[in-house]
């Protein structure tokens, strides 16, 4: 170890020499000398750098050393360990080599007033049974010890075996139970899995008919849409109708009214018409039935009569003639407009009370479609009223 130290500080030594060159003032003298010559400068920037790669080599170095540095003095700690423990086994070998010497000697001090008469011979017997004696007491020690030993390792052996056949029992229960309880297991997944099997059967079917439901609700709305556009429809159709039959009945009330007009007209006029008769032609009925009787209707005399008759009246009623015939063609024209606004009009078929209207209609078309025949089928009723 000292080789290795002594050896350390020399190098030390060197290198303390070479960076005292690196750092003595001449060089800094140097630099105050050659600061405004370019060619100077540049050299020192080469010595400088040579002496930073120096710098760099001898740190380099120094690592190195301290590195190896460093595992010498674990090494040296190691070996110092060793021998330490080497130490405290010669001193433990050195006490048990003393405590056999003593007893030796002990032994022999004993032995010694029985070995007195003895021959050196017997003497060196003496000592080589005394070891035998100590080896065989040592022997049936180390042999009671062990028996001892076997007597506690056979009883610790029984009471494990006893625990290892009381936990084998136990281990055997928990098996079985745990048999016992993964049957039950088994079982239940078993049954879970058919109960599993039936619901899910259920929920299929029943989402069957949720989607049939869905699909029936779906058709029922839209024919409740359905069925709201067309109660629309129908209740505007019923507006429409209602409003129609109001006013067919408005017009019906307007009819009836100058249905009762012409009728009093009507009455008016065939009562006029009476009165004239019976002024112009009070025994007309008589020669009337006389002249039926004695000439024929085609004859000669027939057509005279006629029209002597004809003539006789148109110059008795000329003035009463042109009033009626005013109001006729008055009442007809008005009939006219009126079934001209019913043709525009949408037709009442299925409208309630449309019956009672056409009829009416009929019935004044009937009665007011040519004014020729309702005068001459008021001449008719009066005859028949004469006769």
């Not at 109708?241 to 249905?259: F, N, S, V, W």
Request: glycine share 2%; aromatic share 4%.
């Amino acid at each position: 170890m000292q080789k290795f130290i002594e050896a350390d500080y020399y190098e030390l030594d060197w290198y303390y020499e070479e960076c005292t060159d690196v750092l003595c003032a001449e060089r800094v003298g140097q630099m105050t000398k050659t600061y405004n010559d370019i060619d100077a400068v540049t050299r020192l920037l080469e010595e400088k750098e040579r002496d930073l790669e120096l710098a760099a080599r001898i740190g380099q170095s120094l690592l190195k050393k301290n590195k190896i540095l460093t595992e010498r003095n674990e090494l040296l700690e190691e070996q110092v360990e060793h021998i330490r423990e080497e130490v405290s086994q010669l001193r433990h070998e050195l006490s048990m080599k003393d405590e056999l010497l003593q007893f030796y000697t002990s032994a022999a001090e004993e032995s010694e007033p029985d070995s007195i008469c003895s021959t050196p011979l017997k003497r060196n017997e003496s000592s080589s049974t005394v070891q035998n004696y100590f080896h065989f007491d040592s022997l049936q020690k180390k042999l009671k010890d062990l028996e001892e030993e076997n007597v506690v390792l056979r009883s610790e052996a029984c009471h494990l075996k006893t625990e290892t056949i009381t936990y084998e029992e136990k281990e055997q229960q928990l098996v079985n139970d745990c048999v016992k309880e993964l049957r039950d297991a088994n079982l239940q997944i078993a049954t879970i899995s058919e109960e599993l099997a039936k619901k899910t059967e259920d929920a299929a079917r029943q989402q069957e008919e949720i989607t049939h439901l869905l699909s029936q609700i779906v058709d029922l709305q839209k024919k409740a849409k359905a069925c709201t556009v067309e109660n629309e429809e129908l209740v505007q159709h019923l507006g429409a109708a209602k409003d129609a039959q109001r006013q067919l009945t408005a017009e019906l009330r307007e009819l009836e009214d100058k249905y009762g007009e012409c009728m009093e007209m009507l009455h008016e006029a065939q009562e006029e018409l009476k009165n004239l008769r019976n002024k112009t032609m009070p025994n007309a009925i008589s020669r009337r039935y006389h002249s039926l009787g004695l000439f024929p209707m085609d004859s000669l005399a027939a057509e005279i009569e006629g029209s002597m008759r004809k003539e006789l009246h148109l110059d008795d009623t000329d003035c009463s003639d042109s009033n009626h015939h005013k109001r006729v063609f008055d009442t007809v024209r008005n009939i006219n407009q009126i079934v001209k606004q019913r043709s525009l009009t949408p037709s009442p078929m299925n409208i309630p009370g449309s019956n009672q209207s056409s009829t009416v209609n009929s019935v004044i078309s009937s009665c007011v479609s040519t004014p020729r025949s309702s005068f001459y089928g008021g001449d008719v009723s009066n005859i028949e009223l004469d006769n």
